[in-house]
């Protein structure tokens, strides 16, 4: 039978008593899960398991960190929620209400944290581990570093006192500011920090003391955002 020829059938619903529906007015906001701390290795094809192992390792010592991890092509960790990509949009998402981020060092990662107001942990790749076709991270987080838009973390052990402090101050590790340079600025900084790391001139200053006074730096604004914090918490 076609539907042409389907008989007319009248139905008498108030017999029936059938409930009606209606659509909702509004669709219903399903809640974004926010984490204290994500990371992402970018899209890079090279591995990145050092960083990963140590973030597997703060997270065992440490399993009350929610954390979300965008591992491109690195195989993914036991703790932790692992993606191996996210939309651009997602991520910056992401960022934007974590506590802490942490990325490679490549210019795109950082100033994708930067554009959402975090300023980032940065763990350079190395060409001597693999994990990149040269070392042009290493001289552009640096310098990152040097105009306050990243903190660079250097050994697992680094990681693991930035983060306790970045997990304990976020404020410290956020500004209003965020870096958004053009196309050209972009280039001709990257530039200088390859020309300096040929010419063998490094841009951190003075080595070992620069890092001594950042982390003291760190250290005593940490100290005064917890007593400021306390002096708002109402008297019992």
């Not at 076609?2 to 007015?25: E, G, W």
């Not at 692992?82 to 990662?109: F, H, I, M």
């Not at 070992?208 to 005593?220: C, G, I, N, S, T």
Request: hydrophobic share 40%.
């Amino acid at each position: 039978m076609s539907i042409q020829n389907f008989p007319q059938v009248s139905v008498d619903t108030a017999k029936f008593d059938l409930p009606i529906f209606t659509p909702s007015v509004a669709p219903v906001a399903i809640p974004v899960k926010t984490y204290d701390l994500v990371v992402s290795l970018g899209t890079d094809y090279h591995h990145f398991d050092r960083l990963l192992r140590w973030v597997d390792a703060y997270l065992e010592e440490n399993p009350q960190v929610r954390c979300l991890i965008q591992h491109g092509h690195t195989a993914p960790i036991e703790r932790g929620d692992n993606l191996k990509l996210l939309p651009a949009g997602e991520l910056l998402d992401y960022y934007a209400t974590a506590r802490v981020v942490l990325v490679q060092g490549g210019p795109g990662s950082i100033k994708d944290a930067r554009r959402v107001g975090a300023i980032p942990l940065v763990v350079p790749r190395r060409a001597e581990f693999d994990e990149v076709v040269d070392n042009h991270q290493v001289p552009f987080a640096a310098m990152m570093e040097e105009q306050g838009q990243a903190v660079v973390v250097d050994s697992r052990q680094d990681l693991f006192d930035k983060l306790n402090l970045a997990l304990a101050n976020p404020s410290l590790f956020q500004s209003t500011h965020p870096y958004v340079p053009s196309p050209e600025i972009s280039a001709r900084q990257l530039g200088e920090g390859l020309n300096a790391l040929l010419e063998g001139k490094q841009i951190r200053k003075e080595g070992y003391m620069a890092r001594l006074r950042q982390a003291w730096r760190a250290h005593r604004n940490g100290k005064a955002e917890m007593a400021r914090i306390n002096a708002l918490a109402p008297a019992a």
